[in-house]
């Protein structure tokens, strides 16, 4: 479970980032955060994960306060967190398994272990027959589904994903949403920010919507 | 121990993957190591030369002519049971004459004609080497006195004097330049480290971002540190030996035999010792340096 209380962040004294905000997202949980650029929603995501603290309010995440958590016990909590970012942070310098193993390696899991489990994720979302190639060779579909494997492959109870299909076609763009619903649908707690409210609209979740750090909306679309 | 060998693999494998950078790390570790080692052994080499000439203080004491021997063997007891004493032997007129005499060679011949020896007869006194000092010697000669026998004291006490303040100069400077050459040592490959980080810089980010603790990222930057610092002190000790070798084989010919040495001295067990654990020490602290510019 995932809840924020009375929440805000600021950068520079006269711009807020997010604004007294109050959610509650139930554990197991596909919510879509929305709005347009600069409303919030990476600030949002950061401050799930341990990226940034608040200015001020407090932030629950399975009971535990992100907002007084010690810098040393971040790495517990981003564990359990699987992040997708808007720009994919793939390594050039590895190729795709050591890309998502890399997850694995953090936690000083075997290797024989690492690689049944890197294997099995990338053959879930169909990318194993390019688990030698380069990322930077790889589609913006393929590289997204990567990225969305190293944030699945160590079994998070949430998922947070930050534009996950900003630069993709409508047909990748489905794909990737249907993983996510697939996640969702095993326990894991999904939560995108987007500003596509297109896809939103399909897919028929629950949404909050933000402007200028404030929520203005919340429900569905 | 898993995570320690899985960390030492990835170290390697960083090793590997950026080598261009990790061999000018090292060369210049090797290089700043070699500096500092030069030096030492110069200095070691320099303390030797002058230990040595150190070992031929000498006090002579020279003797009144017309006393009796009982009175010269009753002063050279005394000198020989002072503590700063280590031997003291009687020069009588005529050894003197005929030291001399070897001494002049074939201008022998200019002391023809002479009647009486003129050279006094002496005691020839040496300190133990912890009082061939100034201040040693001073102390001595305290202990003689005012003795009647005694015509006159010399032990060359103005090229001691000097030879005191060079050994203080070359050991203040040997302080002062190798703290100053360490300095700049760990400024330079600090800096170089960071270019080692600096183009790891998102490797770094991701890693934190999926979890890593701070000691699973840094560990193997550390075990890069101390193998590029240890390669470095390896190869600039066999620099070091390489040098070693070219300028005794220099000297031997020329300034050994004025100097008084027959060789040159290697550093130390204990130096060696020291520059390999400088050199992880060193790899070690500037790679610590650097990651610790990029921890959030």
Redesign the interface.
């Known amino acids: 479970m995932i809840q924020l209380f009375h929440v805000s962040k600021w950068y520079q004294k006269d711009v807020p980032a997010l604004q007294d905000t109050n959610i509650l997202i139930p554990k197991g949980e596909f919510v879509f955060i929305t709005g347009a650029s600069g409303a919030g929603k990476s600030t949002l995501l950061k401050l799930l994960?341990g990226?940034e603290r608040p200015t001020s309010g407090q932030i629950l995440v399975h009971g535990r306060n992100i907002a007084r958590l010690p810098k040393?016990k971040i790495?517990?909590?981003?564990?359990e967190i699987g992040?997708v970012?808007q720009d994919f942070?793939l390594?050039s310098?590895r190729n795709v398994f050591d890309n998502v193993a890399?997850?694995l390696?953090?936690?000083?899991m075997?290797r024989r272990e690492i690689g049944r489990r890197v294997f099995s994720m990338l053959k879930r979302l169909g990318i194993h027959h390019k688990m030698r190639s380069n990322p930077l060779t790889l589609s913006g579909g393929e590289q997204q589904r990567v990225a969305i494997a190293?944030a699945l492959v160590n079994e998070p109870l949430i998922v947070l994903a930050d534009e996950p299909t900003g630069s993709l076609d409508q047909e990748v763009s489905e794909h990737i949403m249907n993983i996510f619903s697939d996640v969702n649908a095993r326990g894991t707690t999904v939560v995108i920010a987007t500003h596509n409210l297109d896809m939103v609209k399909t897919m028929g979740r629950r949404v909050i919507h933000l402007e200028k750090g404030r929520i203005v909306q919340e429900g569905g679309l | 121990m898993r995570r320690l060998l899985s960390s030492l693999f990835r170290a390697l494998g960083n090793l590997r993957q950026s080598w261009v950078v990790a061999t000018i790390t090292t060369a210049i570790i090797s290089i700043c190591l070699f500096l500092v080692g030069g030096y030492i052994l110069m200095i070691h080499n320099i303390d030797n030369v002058i230990e040595n000439m150190q070992g031929d203080v000498r006090v002579t004491i020279y003797l009144r002519d017309g006393f009796p021997m009982s009175d010269t063997n009753l002063l050279q007891d005394r000198l020989t049971g002072l503590a700063e004493v280590e031997s003291v032997t009687y020069t009588s007129k005529s050894d003197a004459l005929v030291e001399f005499e070897s001494m002049l060679g074939n201008d022998r011949d200019i002391l023809d004609g002479m009647d009486e020896i003129p050279l006094p007869a002496s005691l020839r006194l040496t300190p133990k080497p912890e009082y061939r000092t100034s201040e040693g010697i001073h102390s001595i000669l305290g202990k003689i006195g005012d003795d009647s026998l005694v015509e006159d004291i010399q032990y060359g006490e103005n090229w001691l004097g000097r030879f005191e303040k060079i050994l203080v100069v070359l050991n203040t400077g040997a302080v002062v330049l190798g703290a100053i050459l360490s300095l700049a040592a760990i400024f330079i490959i600090a800096n170089t480290i960071k270019l080692t980080v600096l183009a790891r810089r998102d490797e770094l980010e991701i890693m934190r971002l999926v979890g890593a603790t701070e000691a699973f990222i840094r560990t193997p930057f550390l075990i890069e540190g101390l193998i590029q610092g240890l390669t470095g002190a390896v190869f600039s000790m066999g620099f070091l030996v390489l040098l070693h070798g070219f300028v005794e084989k220099q000297l031997a010919a020329t300034v050994f035999d004025i100097i008084g040495i027959r060789s040159l001295e290697f550093l130390s067990t204990n130096i060696m010792i020291a520059i390999l654990l400088c050199g992880m020490f060193l790899g070690g602290i500037g790679s610590m340096a650097s990651v610790g510019r990029f921890s959030r």
């Open positions: 994960f990226d040393s790495p517990t909590l981003r564990r992040v970012f942070k390594l310098s890399l997850a390696e953090v936690l000083g075997p190293r």
